[in-house]
Structures are given as C-alpha cells and as structure tokens.
C-alpha cells in the first residue's frame, strides 16, 4: 500500500510557474513508477507526465511537453512536477499516482493523491 499527497497547487496568472509535490508513504517508494494526471470540470482525466522509478525515462503529453518538467527524489520520497508557462487550459485538479510500470494509461495505477487544485488565470 502507498499513501500520496500532493502539495503546491494555487491560482497562478497565465505565464507563470509552479511546482507540484507528491509526498509518498507506505511501502518503498523507490521501486514505484510515478505519473501525474489533471482533470478539469467536466472532463475526463487525463495523463500529464510519468517517470520509471530510476528516474531513467520520463513521458509527457503533448500538451505539456517542453513546459513541464517530471522529477522524482527517492530519499526524500517525493516526486514533483515544475510547471512553466502555465496557461488557462491547464486550470484542473492535478493528481499523482504510483504503480509498479511507468505509463499513460489512468487505468494502470493503483494508487493515487487527492489532488491538488491549479488555476490559471487569463
């Protein structure tokens, strides 16, 4: 069992940056995959970013790809997301989770945080 909380999340205007933390709990962290996810009202979740536990290979969706940044630090059971030139359409609640494989699916993981609200703001 692994126990997530994101932390980070808060109005922000549109241009601006942010860093989102997932503390972890519970069993090894480290041998964890790691992704991050948003869902805005109304809308389906959807996959941000996912790294393999060695930090070796990180995944991002197009949307976000060259303004976020997926990183994860095994001694202190944490992993982050750095988030730059936020824009409106990225205003969600951004959710991590962890499972054994790295993926895109949100159907692949089995354990994931409450979330944590971002909004952008025009």
């Known amino acids: 069992q692994v126990q997530l909380v994101e932390s980070g999340g808060r109005l922000v205007q549109a241009g601006g940056s942010l860093r989102l933390s997932c503390a972890a709990s519970g069993r090894t962290f480290s041998r964890y995959a790691m992704g991050w996810f948003r869902q805005a009202p109304g809308k389906a979740r959807e996959f941000v970013a996912a790294?393999?536990?060695?930090?070796?290979?990180?995944y991002y969706a197009d949307s976000v790809k060259g303004r976020f940044t997926i990183s994860r630090d095994n001694a202190k059971n944490t992993v982050y997301l750095q988030m730059n030139s936020l824009k409106p359409e990225d205003t969600a609640v951004y959710y991590c989770?962890?499972?054994?494989?790295?993926?895109?699916?949100?159907?692949?993981?089995?354990?994931w945080g409450q979330g944590t609200q971002v909004t952008v703001s025009s």
């Open positions: 989770a962890a499972d054994f494989r790295a993926s895109t699916v949100v159907a692949a993981y089995d354990y």
């Open positions: 790294i393999t536990w060695t930090s070796s290979t990180t």
